[in-house]
């Protein structure tokens, strides 16, 4: 790979980080604007942008939070928003984006992923990492063939837990391993019928 460095982010880079976030996610799932900055004021150090040749091309957002159960227990995508404590013994990676034309896409997840981990086994208040997930290409009329309509909800967990969407087995061969679906985490991801993949 040519010349690269992973650093902390900046308010200075908060508009590239919108046009990533663009390239990457469908437009109900993208980050807004006030969202990344709002990410970057209030965990600077751990928001991980990885430059290459001084463009940015990725960047995992984390926080810190008190418990897993803040995620779990009630939780939605937006109402994590607010779930940061300085100093939460819980390292949440939030998102992660990787410039789809970068012909080493898989190799910076990889390193976002890896330095994360690395930063956090360092850290002695980390206790835990920690991530709602998603699958990236889970069909629901695809799996759901010849199976009792309704059962959706059994076929993503099976779906999940035979790690055969690549958005999961990256989290696994990072070390993740898969403890719940969590229903009506994010009612706007359709394609994955508003469920999150707790990791």
Known sequence: MENFIIRSALLSDVSVLVELDAACWDAHL???????TERIVQNAPEQFVVEVSGEIVGILYTRRIPSTDALTVGGTFEKCHNLHVDGGCVLQLVAIAVQPSSASKGNIGAMLRDHALN???SDSSVKRVVAMTRCSRYIPKVISEGTQVGN????YCRYVHAKKDPTIFFHVSGGAEICAIIKGYRE???A????????
């Open 119 to 121: 930063v956090a086994r």
């Open 30 to 36: 993208r980050a807004t604007h006030n969202i990344i």
């Open 192 to 199: 994955n019928l508003g469920c999150a993949v707790l990791i």
């Open 152 to 155: 959706e909800i059994s076929n």
């Open 188 to 190: 706007e991801d359709i």
